[in-house]
């Protein structure tokens, strides 16, 4: 009885000490990069690392921040200055005058309400419409469902440019009412909806929302859109804030879709704006337009960045 328990119990250890090894094993292999910590911790392996990290971070840095700072500084120079070459660093004189004569020459004000309320419009009817379709594919499951899904995301495959020309025949009359939609927010509004790719993220993000929480709104009564308001959109607050900044920077670039809609210049965007007057006003002062007309979606970006990332990356619950 002895020898049998003093055998288990070495067997029980040597089990242990293997899966003591594996874990280990797997730790080292999670661990293990390009370069190993024996070989950044001579000072030769660290020296090499810091210099291509900083060579690296360098070129990223004047790729991405290059025509940021061309386009700003353009904006402070003379016109013969911004057009000569080649072109200098920095401008000789600062001329701040140019911002505000692009702003009032180029009635950027009324441009940039315009974009404003083609943008939040697009974001209503996106929350309303993409909100209920995402919802009703992940938590209703209609007939048909995964395949109306893949129907939706076959579309991503599809090149935008190929479907301006469809698009624009169907605004032209729309089918069953009759309609011309040229000129008209609804002609920006409408073809926003059909976003497969923000039906897809709310689609995922709702899937990983546990089914008791719906089966114990279920017991006490609540309805499905009672179920929608009360507890999946407070819980899809990331994933709602990150379909929100993709619906107003995607109005706010666009530009050939604009163009074909809205010839009337007093309903045009603020792209289509700037196109359109850029033949009638010297170079600086249309490279100040640019750098206005980029100032706000570069400050989404900088406020909202943390909320985009953890938009993206939150796939399921915890507790």
Not at 66 to 87: A, D, I
Not at 100 to 122: C, E, H, I, P, R
Not at 163 to 182: C, E, M
Not at 257 to 262: A, H, K, Q, R, V
């Amino acid at each position: 009885m002895a020898s049998n328990t003093l055998v288990s119990r070495r067997g029980s250890t040597s089990r242990k000490s293997a899966r003591r090894r594996s874990e280990g094993g797997a730790e080292r292999a999670r661990q293990r990069t390009l370069i190993s910590p024996a070989q950044l911790g001579r000072p030769r392996g660290k020296a090499v690392y810091w210099i291509v990290f900083g060579l690296v971070m360098v070129v990223f840095t004047a790729v991405f921040l290059g025509p940021l700072y061309w386009m700003v500084t353009g904006g402070l120079k003379t016109t013969q200055e911004v057009v000569q070459s080649p072109p200098t660093a920095f401008p000789s004189s600062i001329h701040t005058e140019n911002y505000s004569q692009a702003w009032t020459v180029m009635d950027l004000s009324k441009l940039l309400f315009n974009t404003l309320y083609y943008a939040f419009g697009a974001l209503a009817f996106q929350l309303i419409f993409d909100v209920a379709a995402a919802y009703s594919l992940s938590k209703l499951r209609p007939v048909f469902g995964k395949v109306i899904l893949g129907m939706m995301l076959a579309t991503l495959m599809i090149p935008a440019t190929v479907l301006v020309v469809p698009q624009y025949l169907t605004v032209l009359d729309v089918p069953l009412v009759q309609r011309n939609l040229v000129n008209s927010p609804w002609a920006i509004w409408l073809p926003s909806v059909t976003n497969a790719f923000n039906i897809f993220l709310l689609k995922r993000f709702f899937d990983s929302i546990p089914g008791e929480l719906l089966d114990a709104a279920a017991m006490d009564g609540a309805s499905p859109l009672r179920t929608l308001r009360s507890i999946i959109l407070p819980i899809s607050r990331p994933i709602l804030g990150v379909v929100s900044i993709f619906a107003v920077v995607g109005v706010w670039k666009d530009f050939l879709w604009p163009m074909l809609t809205l010839p009337d210049p007093g309903k045009q965007t603020l792209n289509v704006g700037i196109y359109s007057l850029a033949s009638g006003v010297p170079e600086n002062v249309l490279i100040a337009a640019l750098t206005i007309a980029s100032i706000p979606t570069l400050l989404i970006f900088l406020l909202f960045q943390r909320n985009i990332m953890s938009g993206l990356t939150a796939g399921g619950l915890k507790g």
